[in-house]
């Protein structure tokens, strides 16, 4: 069987390449619409700058701390240099160093296409629904692509490169340790952006909300790039990777039984790419057609063509196991129920948004009690979800062995994130359609063409909370199949040093304990440290446009022209200032728990972890969009509509939403999966010396 | 060394008397004070009724509860009636009524001895600082000496009477179920006054906190008494008896090996209460003296005594151990440091209340966003402290046996609880001076005994942060513990029906980390639904008081009389319909996952519900402590003081803290203890008859 695997890599890279040409063909496509009103052009020129600034900034940053990290990689990993194999050193080195530089690549790109699209979307809306659609949706596509196709062939050259599946780690952790700080400090811009613009415009001055007077517009829109775009390509890039990762290495360990688990990974992921493919080749809307169903329908039948080829695959490759298909279907399923699940909770149409939106006609602790508390509610069937899908896939596949069990748990993952190149297309699509909007406004595009552009938006808003229900089921599954890997590390370097293995992590294990209660605390002390880095930024920036209004002649009137840039560099100052601390955090957390407790208390340490994270993770998400949604409800005239009591209270809940949602709760992902990638890399460091264990 | 058990059984009964005896002199002494005026005299006649009408309704829907739970226990528990041996089951069901009954006990005497103390203290406040104090002090510590007499004399009665641990855990799990309850409903009544009073009375009329034309606001100060006292002795109780309970189970499981375990159980316990005795009796303060100080320093004189008593008794007794000593210091040490760190994030001297408010400036998105961070940031410390204490004990006892080592984690949380007693006596102090602040305003006493009975209300909520540290911290040990009662029960169970013994509960194992996930997601829907209680109860009593301004004449003005009655009503009929389901949910959600997924997916549960819960339970009782003081904080001049745009900000934080810290928060610990108690029950069950394992 094993002897499939060149051609199994081979495939991979030819998947990959098709995923290449096809975005370049929809990025040709994009560029080839024209742009003629010099209004737009020019704005939207500047929102690119902006980004590009931004990111030129962080990237240089990150290089720094990239250097260092790859630094202590090559000294201490997978063991101190001068006691281990000095190339597995250097390999772990570069691949971390590919990790991010893929990583940087993919937000670089992604952001690139965002910036051409917006304007062209908001341009082609002037037409009508239909081809406006189909700019954002292939501008959003073009990064969906690149990112899959990246983290296949990645993985794939990685692998065949070194063969080392330890050494895949750290290419993992390069990816996740970019996403972490990129996750952080784009959302730290751009919600200091979103909270200031909003405070200062609609709140005080009662001007709409992409007016162009306001010296924070430009920036807002700069944050839903570096943001959403950027921060989520490389969000779901490392978790597509890690999803990967961690299944190879449990594959690795199944080799000796004649079970084609590498060959499998590989196939599952490149067809799950392919399916994407046609997915995205398929997605149309009619003249009059719904947005939000023709994304949402396109998920499915991307999910449909995914199940139709692995059974197909599974048929065809005698090694293969239909219980292992069984397990990645279960992983997609549950995906897709969560996602439904986080839409009932968060859709203007359904019964949660309307309540809170009542409640907030009693006043803004009413919108925060409420919203607090479908928030907190909203985390039970996802959870569950997630912990039965576990359950499921395990207890499929162990008929075939105990090890067999935990790779069924990690192609429930894999599985889940088979489609992630579709959730990307749909995920960027959100920000290009919502920067296409603002263009419209700023450009002065008439009525109709804003009611095209919100109609666009809108259905990116709903359509998040379904990728966002899969994003964080895929890194609950993705970190509970880490955990097997942490394990087989460990053991590995346990052997090697002649003591006795670790037989699990037994929870009356008070080492086991104390890592799971401390664990539990991490997510907390994380997101509150970049919900407090908004917050402070965010004041900078309000005094900021207060002194722009206040100085600055025939601003309020229109004949003035504000200072977009200060506003940008408040931002981004801010944001890089404020991304650090709370990525090292963690990261320090988890190797002095690891050294002082040693593996075991790891253990509990990632089990706490991805309890608290996620459940933090669902709250923060689900309850930000519930407001960010029941404000719009409200402003669609229910409860007093615009101006009344219930609308100021409905504005509270967003602007504390907008951080939850866009800034701390996505972040968790990355955070839980750095944390888990950390541990296994410095298994063999805790194993050889942790002080008390 | 078994021969001295029953001197400890007489040891036990003679202290608990003599705290008895105390109590009944303290009793005596509050009622020869003497109230003078009528005004005083009628309203506190009001809260007195009011209060027992609660009481006495809601006990009466919970004895129909408990009598359901009684016929289950007679029927089922610990084995079914038809396969067991009966004596245990009747022996349970009536250990289990006996535990109800005292929990309902103590809140039943609490109320009383609070509404005779409230109005004393208001009179005793015109002459002076010193007396009033001693009155609510004198009057809370009533309450805590009867709560921790009843729980020493009860525990040590069944284990006499039957002689069986297990019996003994369902005595726990009688005081504890009707605890959650108790807590649920006090928790939602006390809320649903508070906000609905305050939303009314400060924030639309402006007019002061306990004016007597706001028809809630008798409601407001029977909530402190039904939530505060009656809900927080039941808490208490629960705790305590939960605390000595698994720590006998574990030391029943350890007298074969010779060590004295249970006589030390007694002894440390009793030595607790004596030491508390002391420490009340010998509490003072100056004419011109500091009562945050003096409560403070009676804490740590009853620490000192019980540290020192338990060194001797360690001494005298050849067979108590030094390491169980170190142990149990260990956990009333870090209960200390927990309450210290509570204290910094909660108290307004300290920088963290002062930034929130400085937030509030910015408006009350701001408020919400930097409190809820600073929760978070605040569960940390707490958290580390629990998880340390446990490593430490465990560590110090591991050289005895590993059964030991377990025993030394639960006798950290008996030491964490030894001073209960006083740590009472300072909770009920809170609601009594808080109510007799509310007669001296509507007895119109004067300027100076409001600044006097302000004062003393001050020192209640700052020495309210300490004890709640120390109660959240002494559930968290607590359960550590009852996970080993847990393993213990099971493992007896699985023995007798000749099946594999569990040897611990493996996060890598799928069931327990199915259950782990599930466990985690309870508190957060637990607290939702006690929240929303809340929410929906005061909307409803808003619109009450709403109708009563438009529809009484002469109300606003002052010549009219409100309807207290009808504002009672609402919190009570509102409470009591609240209160079942989320109780109810706990327990169910906990049977439904043992009879599934077996006893090692209950460890899971147990695990993730002790880890989210602390997690919640700190984050709001600290977020809610912050918020009250940032609003104080600027009361008294700061940002702007009363009127400004940062006072309503932070009067919205605090609305939104209240349900918070004194509803949901502290009921969470009662369902950890509550779900490891059912857990612990019905282990015979899971092991017999769940399906999956």
Chains 1, 2 share one sequence.
């Not at 189909?134 to 990685?158: E, K």
């Not at 199944?254 to 196939?267: K, N, Q, T």
């Not at 896939?393 to 008929?399: N, R």
Request: with cysteine; net charge negative; charged share 15%.
């Amino acid at each position: 069987m094993s002897s499939f695997l060149p051609m199994f890599y081979a495939l991979s890279f030819l998947t990959a390449l098709i995923a290449f040409l096809f975005a370049l063909y929809l990025y040709l496509w994009v560029k080839r619409q024209k742009v003629e009103n010099k209004e737009i052009e020019r704005i939207s020129l500047l929102i690119k700058q902006g980004a590009d600034t931004f990111l030129r900034r962080e990237y240089k940053l990150l290089a720094v701390f990239a250097g260092i990290a790859a630094l202590v990689i090559l000294l201490f990993f997978p063991q101190p240099v001068w006691q281990g194999d000095i190339i597995s050193n250097v390999m772990s080195a570069l691949s971390y160093i590919a990790g991010t530089v893929l990583s940087a690549l993919a937000g670089k790109i992604g952001i690139l296409v965002a910036t051409l699209s917006n304007s062209r979307c908001a341009e082609r809306a002037q037409k009508g629904l239909k081809d406006a659609f189909l700019v954002g949706f292939r501008g959003g596509s073009v990064m969906g692509l690149l990112v899959v196709g990246c983290s296949l062939a990645g993985v794939a050259a990685v692998l065949m490169i070194t063969g080392d599946t330890t050494i895949l780690l750290a290419f993992s952790f390069g990816a996740s340790s970019l996403a972490l700080f990129a996750k952080a400090g784009g959302g730290i811009f751009t919600k200091t952006a979103d909270v200031s613009a909003d405070l200062t415009g609609k709140v005080e001055l009662g001007i709409a909300e992409d007016d162009p007077r306001n010296p924070a517009v430009i920036a807002d829109n700069v944050g839903d790039n570096v943001g959403d775009v950027a921060g989520m390509g490389a969000d779901l890039f490392d978790s597509n990777v890690a999803a990967m990762a961690s299944a190879l290495v449990i594959a690795s360990t199944l080799e000796s039984s004649g079970f084609a688990a590498i060959e499998m990974v590989f196939c599952y992921a490149l067809l799950g790419l392919l399916a994407s493919v046609i997915g995205i080749a398929a997605a149309r809307v009619g003249k009059d057609g719904n947005p939000t169903k023709a994304l949402n329908s396109s998920t499915y039948v991307t999910t449909a063509i995914f199940l139709v080829l692995t059974a197909g695959a599974t048929a065809v490759f005698t090694g293969f196991s239909w219980r292992i298909w069984l397990s990645s279907a279960t992983g997609l399923i549950v995906g897709l129920v969560i996602g439904l699940t986080t839409d009932y909770f968060t859709d203007d149409t359904k019964p949660i948004v309307k309540k809170v939106a009542h409640a907030s006609a009693s006043g803004p602790a009413f919108t925060i009690l409420s919203g607090t508390s479908y928030g907190f509610i909203s985390c039970l069937p996802a959870m569950a979800g997630i912990a039965v899908s576990a359950l499921i896939s395990y207890q499929l596949c162990a008929p075939l062995g105990d090890e067999c069990a935990i790779f069924g748990i990690a192609m429930a993952a894999v599985g889940m994130l088979s489609i992630v190149g579709m959730i990307i297309s749909n995920d960027a699509y959100g920000p290009i359609v919502d920067n296409a909007r603002g263009l419209a406004e700023m450009g002065s595009l008439g009525e109709e063409t804003l009611r095209i552009a919100d109609e666009l938006d809108s259905a990116g808003n709903t359509v998040k909370a379904v990728t966002k229900g899969f994003s964080i089921g895929a890194a609950g599954l993705t970190v509970i199949s880490l955990l097997g890997a942490f394990m087989a590390e460990t053991n590995a370097a346990l052997e090697s040093l002649g003591k006795p293995l670790i037989t699990g992590f037994d929870i009356m294990n008070p080492a086991v304990f104390f890592g799971l209660l401390v664990g539990a605390a991490i997510p907390a002390l994380f997101s509150a440290m970049l919900i407090l880095g908004v917050d402070k930024n965010a004041q900078r920036m309000v005094s900021e446009i207060h002194r722009q209004f206040d100085t600055i002649p025939g601003l309020k009137e229109g004949s003035g022209q504000p200072d977009y840039d200060s506003c940008i560099d408040i931002a981004t100052k801010g944001a890089l200032k404020e991304l650090i601390p709370a990525g090292l955090i963690t990261i320090v957390t988890t190797l002095l728990v690891g050294f002082i407790a040693g593996p075991e208390a790891i253990g509990g340490f990632l089990v706490g972890n991805i309890s608290s994270g996620l459940l933090l993770a669902l709250f923060m998400s689900n309850s930000g969009g519930l407001w960010d949604n029941s404000k719009k409800y409200v402003e669609a005239g229910a409860e007093g509509g615009k101006g009344s009591e219930a609308h100021k209270a409905a504005v509270i809940g967003d602007t504390v939403g907008d951080p939850y949602k866009d800034t701390a709760g996505p972040s968790i992902n990355t955070q839980i999966t750095v944390v888990s990638l950390v541990a296994s890399l410095a298994s063999g460091l805790f194993a050889a010396f942790s002080i008390f264990v």
